[in-house]
Structures are given as structure tokens and as C-alpha cells.
């Protein structure tokens, strides 16, 4: 079974910056995606951005288009996800989650690994 451990997550002003990690550790790693979630209060969990683990190819929800980048380092068995000009609206616990579905990368349900979530808070 897989361990996932999150961090990175804080206390930003809107248009700030964070960077957000994912190690992975356990059995050996090769999942089909590492993906982003994140819930805000009251809120059902939300797709953020996922990577294919080997082709690197990267998938991103509308809102964090141009904003956010996802990325993995194979040999650390780690993945990032880098958040620039963040909004409020960003505020919300990240999870980090592995598995997925090949053609469906954004359903959480697909996901069998999750980490315990780091939460980010954009405010001024």
C-alpha cells in the first residue's frame, strides 16, 4: 500500500505563491495519475489538475488554467503542484490522491491513495 504525505500548504495574500508537495512512499509507485483535490467548507471535493505518471501529460480544471502547474519527479517518487496569483477562492484543503482513471483523469472516485490534506488560505 502506498503513503502519501502532503505539504507546503500556509497562509498566502491574494496574488501570492505556493508550492504545494506529495512524496509517495510504500510499494513500488508507478500509478497512472497523481492528481490535485481540493474541498472547501461546505463544499463537495474538486478536481484541481492531475499528471500521467510516465508521459508527463498534464490536465487542469478551468479556474487554475494558466495559474497553477502540476509536476512529478519520477526518481523522488514526489509530485508538485505549483500555485501562482492565487484568489481567495483558491482557500480550500488540498488533497493528493494516485490511481485514476485512464480516460477520466478529474474522477475522484477512480483515485485509491490519498493524502491527509494540507490546507491553503488565501487572505489579506
Known amino acids: 500500500q502506498v503513503q502519501l504525505v502532503e505539504s507546503g500548504g500556509g497562509l498566502v495574500q491574494p496574488g501570492g505563491s505556493l508550492r504545494l508537495s506529495c512524496a509517495a512512499s510504500?510499494?513500488?509507485?508507478?500509478?497512472?495519475?497523481m492528481a490535485w483535490f481540493r474541498q472547501a467548507p461546505g463544499k463537495e471535493r474538486e478536481f484541481v489538475a492531475a499528471?500521467?505518471?510516465?508521459?508527463?501529460?498534464?490536465y487542469y480544471v478551468d479556474a487554475v488554467k494558466g495559474r497553477f502547474t502540476i509536476s512529478r519527479d519520477n526518481a523522488k517518487n514526489t509530485g508538485y503542484l505549483q500555485m501562482n496569483s492565487l484568489k481567495p477562492e483558491d482557500t480550500a484543503v488540498y488533497y493528493c490522491?494516485?490511481?485514476?482513471?485512464?480516460?477520466?483523469?478529474?474522477?475522484?472516485?477512480?483515485?485509491?491513495?490519498w493524502g491527509q490534506g494540507t490546507q491553503v488560505t488565501v487572505s489579506s
Open positions: 499528471i500521467r505518471w510516465i508521459l508527463g501529460s498534464t
Open positions: 490522491a494516485v490511481g485514476g482513471d485512464t480516460y477520466r483523469p478529474w474522477e475522484y472516485a477512480k483515485y485509491d491513495g
Open positions: 510504500g510499494r513500488i509507485f508507478s500509478p497512472s495519475f
